[in-house]
């Protein structure tokens, strides 16, 4: 009877042991094959641009390929709806801006996701404030200057942005019921084919985010007239603010911001340690120096924060959003 007993104990104690060490092996090798990381937005846009500064570096970090998905298409929806529906296992992961992760929920009534429900924050990585642009052949230098071109124009001025709902929608629609201006806005897939029309003269005005802004102004291929945060910024030193201009009553600043997300239900221990190789990238001199020369302001916040800051941004730009009357189904 004892050695009866003492087998038993000793299988039930294998199965146990078998069960569980293929469980803690997985996460102790993860990552052990490549990491696709899903972009909701065209290729060669802000967010585009951000990733490919953070890729290599956070390769180096895993041990592991990063994929980049373009899964552009309605300001970000389809792309966080591939990410909602992808395993939770951390091969599946999201780059997300302000607007797919906090305007969104207050600017469509019929919104497929729920951020804090859906998702689970990896890290925040960037602040991105804004740059106002206008075509090089409006008559503009100055941002009062082409707020009187629009007043002499009424109906001939466009704004373009990456899509219904983004920040570069909400922001002109800002300016826009702050100044009491009238421009007509153009959406289309993506910053990168709003931006070529901009600098085409399809569209005469856009809000975009400041690394790409940049390039192209220093080039002429377009002109920034203001930055929308409360100081300026290194990439465009001598563009001075919205609040400086005086152009606007009352007070404009508006920041956005970047960050990594994953399906929700993915393993604690995965989140950490994909947050902690981004805290490692961040953390790297010359990717400070080139996020911060190109425009973004590096900004890690580890998973419990982000998620902390995206539950307080929530209601900010759901206030945002309501009060100047944009709205979407």
């Not at 990410?83 to 780059?95: E, N």
């Not at 969104?104 to 991105?128: C, E, H, W």
């Not at 909400?170 to 897939?189: A, C, D, N, W």
């Not at 930055?227 to 956005?256: C, H, M, Q, W, Y």
Request: avoid cysteine; charged fraction near 15%.
């Amino acid at each position: 009877m004892k050695t009866r007993t003492v087998l038993k104990t000793l299988i039930s104690a294998a199965l146990v042991t078998g069960g569980l060490l293929p469980s803690t092996f997985a996460q102790n090798a993860y990552p052990n094959k490549p990491i696709r990381l899903v972009i909701g937005f065209p290729a060669g846009g802000p967010l585009d641009q951000h990733a490919r500064l953070l890729t290599d570096k956070l390769q180096a970090v895993l041990g592991q390929q990063i994929i980049v998905d373009y899964k552009a298409g309605a300001g970000g929806i389809v792309g966080a709806q591939d990410v909602q529906k992808a395993a939770p296992d951390g091969y599946t992961i999201m780059l997300a801006n302000t607007g797919v992760m906090v305007i969104n929920p207050g600017l469509y009534s019929k919104l497929p996701y729920q951020t804090t429900r859906d998702f689970v924050p990896i890290a925040r990585t960037a602040m991105q404030p804004l740059a106002l642009l206008v075509n090089p052949n409006v008559k503009a230098n100055t941002l009062q200057e082409f707020m009187s071109y629009a007043k002499a124009n009424p109906g001939k001025v466009n704004y373009g942005s990456a899509g219904n709902g983004g920040i570069s929608h909400l922001v002109p629609e800002m300016f826009k019921s702050q100044t009491g201006l009238f421009m007509v806005h153009i959406p289309y897939r993506g910053s990168a084919p709003a931006f070529t029309d901009l600098m085409g003269g399809q569209v005469q005005f856009m809000a975009e985010s400041i690394p790409q802004a940049a390039q192209y102004h220093k080039q002429g291929k377009v002109k920034a007239l203001a930055v929308t945060s409360s100081e300026r910024n290194r990439a465009l030193p001598d563009i001075p603010t919205v609040n400086e201009t005086k152009a606007v009553k009352g007070d404009f600043n508006v920041v956005g911001f970047y960050g990594f997300l994953a399906p929700a239900g993915t393993p604690k221990p995965v989140v950490d340690k994909l947050s902690d190789a981004f805290k490692q990238v961040l953390a790297m001199p010359d990717i400070r120096e080139r996020m911060i020369s190109q425009g973004a302001d590096p900004a890690y916040l580890g998973a419990d924060d982000f998620a902390k800051f995206i539950n307080a941004e929530l209601p900010k730009w759901a206030a945002a959003v309501q009060k100047s009357g944009a709205k979407l189904d």
